[in-house]
């Protein structure tokens, strides 16, 4: 129960119960296979990593995805985006999994989490980012080179500057406000297509406020404590606030590589000398 685990686990007095504290590396592991408090995160994000794997394998291994690169840079976007989401489904999988066996091992393995967490947010950015501006690539670089430098001096504060559990709502606001920054190139892509006259716009830029409004509500559930908050206990193994910012975060992952690889699709038919 909240009352009887260490302080550095006792982050939400909300989830009442299903702790686990103390535990070895091999009872962790034991852990995978009963219901606790952590089993829906840890095994959303397995699902996830193992469905990105798939992706891998399918639509680049494999090559399915390979006749709609342009360039073997998109090769290597696809692919970086591709391992940044399975490296931060594995660093969430490990904290979830082995935080509780000691406060040293909770505060490395909380540091892994935010670096897997960064480095999904940097994928994200860096496809997004090279397929919008396709067309543009002068701005691209200069937009990536920008992200690069912010997400590494995040990714320094994260190993140096965490300390403990009850910080880490400000580190997820950081992260936040990272991830809505997005908005400033996506503003200046939109002036350069032409505005909402151009159909490239209508069809592709209300895509991106739907992958904002899927990690609003996980982010707005997990710094609200939604819905543990008002049925504290009810909600200790299943649908808590932290589950479901999971969920939204892999739904977001997912939704920015189907329409990444939509993107692809479009460029095939309309390239850039044909639209400009």
């Keep these: 129960s909240f009352e009887m685990i260490p302080e550095y686990l006792q982050s939400n007095p909300f989830i009442r119960t299903g702790y686990r504290h103390g535990l070895t ?47 073997s840079t998109d090769y290597y976007i696809i692919l970086f985006y591709t391992i940044s989401v399975i490296i931060c489904m594995v660093c969430s999988i490990a904290f979830h999994l082995f935080g509780c066996m000691s406060s040293r091992a909770f505060a490395d393995f909380l540091k892994l989490d935010l670096c897997g967490i960064g480095f999904g947010i940097l994928g994200c950015y860096l496809c997004g980012l090279h397929l919008a501006f396709e067309c543009y690539r002068t701005w691209r670089i200069r937009y990536e080179t920008i992200i690069i430098g912010i997400m590494f001096i995040a990714v320094i504060y994260y190993i140096h500057g965490v300390k403990q ?23 200046h892509w939109y002036y350069l297509h032409g505005g909402w006259s151009n159909y490239h716009v209508q069809y592709f830029f209300p895509k991106l406020f739907i992958l904002y409004g899927i990690l609003a509500i996980g982010a707005l559930t997990y710094l609200t404590k939604f819905p543990e908050r008002f049925f504290p206990g009810y909600f200790d193994i299943l649908l808590a606030s932290h589950q479901i910012w999971h969920f939204s975060v892999l739904a977001a992952f997912i939704w920015w590589y189907q329409n990444g690889i939509e993107l692809l699709q479009y460029y095939i038919t309309h390239p850039c000398n044909a639209q400009f």
Excluded: Q
Aim: aromatic share 18%.
């Design 165 to 187: 559990y009850i910080t880490r709502n400000i580190h997820v606001t950081l992260f936040v406000i990272i991830s809505l920054l997005g908005l400033l190139p996506a503003s």
């Design 25 to 71: 590396f091999k009872d962790c592991l034991i852990s995978l296979f009963y219901l606790n408090n952590e089993s829906v995160n840890v095994w959303s994000h397995t699902f996830g990593a193992i469905l990105f794997i798939y992706f891998f394998f399918r639509d680049i291994y494999m090559g399915k995805a390979l006749p709609l690169l342009i360039s």
